[in-house]
């Protein structure tokens, strides 16, 4: 079963503005990571941020973590036509090691020339 | 360095028959995990494999098996395969003490 949500299910924006995708789960976690697929090929890690962090930033890329919503964002600015694909939020109950990954449903994001 | 390689890319099988999928992790990586991903849907976690023993599986039947040998590399089979066993196939690597899974690119597999 999938662990959780994310919203919008597709969304489309025009190429330069920003994108917004969230993510809801319904377990407490550990770690928390969005994942990028594009045409059905293979998962590409973007971000990983730990239950006891709130925001984390990698180059165009802004992610949020709220855990007493169980909730995260995941920010894309100044989008480009190579944004446009699936993505993935996954959790993990890691405590001893690295354990397996809970996706949501992922976000289908297009990217308007 | 290569990253996490699968073969073979796509496979077509008919009802009834076994199959196997093949896993190389990255280089340094000591964990594989294996993942289902029906059409439309996220990926949905089959089994981990470390030090050559299964460390946790998902709800999957045992039809469903895999093994990891000595160079870390894996295979996932699936006997008796179901038309709803098609999917694309992922497998990820790690190190059982990171935090982070990489992801080959998958075998689509079809069952007709």
């Known amino acids: 079963s999938q662990q959780g949500e994310e919203d919008p299910q597709a969304l489309s924006i025009q190429e330069g503005e920003n994108a917004t995708m969230n993510c809801s789960y319904k377990?407490?976690?550990?770690?928390l990571q969005w994942y990028r697929q594009n045409s059905g090929r293979g998962l590409v890690h973007l971000i990983l941020?730990?239950?006891?962090?709130r925001e984390k930033h990698s180059g165009r890329l802004r992610v949020t973590l709220d855990t007493s919503k169980k909730s995260s964002s995941l920010l894309i600015t100044a989008s480009r036509a190579a944004d446009t694909a699936s993505y993935f939020c996954a959790t993990d109950h890691a405590n001893f090691g690295n354990e397996k990954l809970t996706f949501g449903t992922g976000t289908r994001l297009t990217i308007i020339p | 360095d290569a990253g996490v390689t699968q073969s073979p890319t796509h496979l077509i099988k008919t009802r009834g028959q076994q199959v196997t999928l093949r896993c190389s992790p990255k280089?340094?990586?000591?964990?594989v995990s294996w993942y289902q991903q029906a059409l439309g849907q996220g990926p949905q976690f089959i089994f981990q494999y470390y030090e050559e023993e299964e460390r946790q599986r998902g709800n999957f039947p045992d039809r469903f098996s895999g093994h990891q040998f000595p160079n870390y590399s894996s295979e996932l089979n699936v006997n008796a395969l179901l038309l709803g066993d098609s999917a694309l196939y992922l497998c990820a690597s790690s190190l059982l003490r990171g935090s982070s899974q990489f992801f080959g690119p998958g075998t689509r597999l079809t069952v007709l």
């Open positions: 377990t407490s976690i550990n770690n």
């Open positions: 941020i730990r239950s006891n962090e």
């Open positions: 280089s340094g990586h000591d964990t």
